[in-house]
C-alpha cells in the first residue's frame, strides 16, 4: 500500500512540476483562436483580409521586436518598450480583423517612434547606427503591411 502510494504522489509531482518552453512570440498560437474577430465580421467591406502567419513582414517585425537591444539611457528603452508593446497591438489588431484596434496601435506606433527619434540625439554614434537599423527595418515592414492591406481594400471594392 505504502509503495502505491508513493508513486502515486511521485507521479502527480513530476506531472505537474513540467514545464513547456515559454513562446515569447507576439502571434502565439493560442492568441490566435482568442483573438479571431466573429464570422459576422469577415464579410463586412472594412475587413483587412490579411493572413498574419504567412506575412513575411509581419514575422520580422516579431523577430526585430523580440531582439531589439537594450540602450543606456532608461528613457529611451521606456519608449523602446511602449514601441514594440504598440507593434504586438498592431499584429493582433491586423490577425483579429480589427481596423480600428489597428488604427490606434498605427497612431501608437508613430508617437513613439517620434518621441525615439528625439531621444536618440543623446546616443552615442555606434548605438544611433544601432537603432537606426532597427527603426528604419520596423517601418519599412510595417509600411509594406499598410500597402498590402490597402491593395487588398481596392481589389475588395471593385
Request: proline residues 2%; hydrophobic residues 30%.
Amino acid at each position: 500500500m505504502k509503495r502505491i502510494f508513493f508513486f502515486g504522489v511521485l507521479i502527480i509531482t513530476t506531472s505537474s512540476c513540467t514545464t513547456e518552453k515559454p513562446n515569447f512570440s507576439p502571434l502565439s498560437n493560442s492568441f490566435y483562436s482568442d483573438a479571431k474577430g466573429s464570422d459576422s465580421d469577415k464579410g463586412t467591406r472594412n475587413s483587412i483580409e490579411m493572413n498574419v502567419k504567412e506575412n513575411i513582414n509581419a514575422s520580422e517585425i516579431s523577430n526585430i521586436t523580440a531582439t531589439f537591444p537594450q540602450f543606456k539611457s532608461t528613457a529611451l528603452n521606456t519608449e523602446v518598450t511602449a514601441l514594440k508593446y504598440s507593434l504586438q497591438n498592431y499584429l493582433y489588431a491586423i490577425d483579429a480583423n480589427n481596423i480600428s484596434g489597428k488604427n490606434k496601435a498605427l497612431k501608437d506606433f508613430e508617437k513613439s517612434y517620434k518621441k525615439i527619434q528625439k531621444l536618440r540625439q543623446n546616443l552615442n554614434s555606434d548605438d544611433n547606427e544601432v537603432l537606426n537599423r532597427y527603426l528604419v527595418r520596423l517601418k519599412s515592414n510595417v509600411s509594406a503591411i499598410e500597402d498590402s492591406i490597402k491593395k487588398i481594400k481596392t481589389k475588395g471594392n471593385q
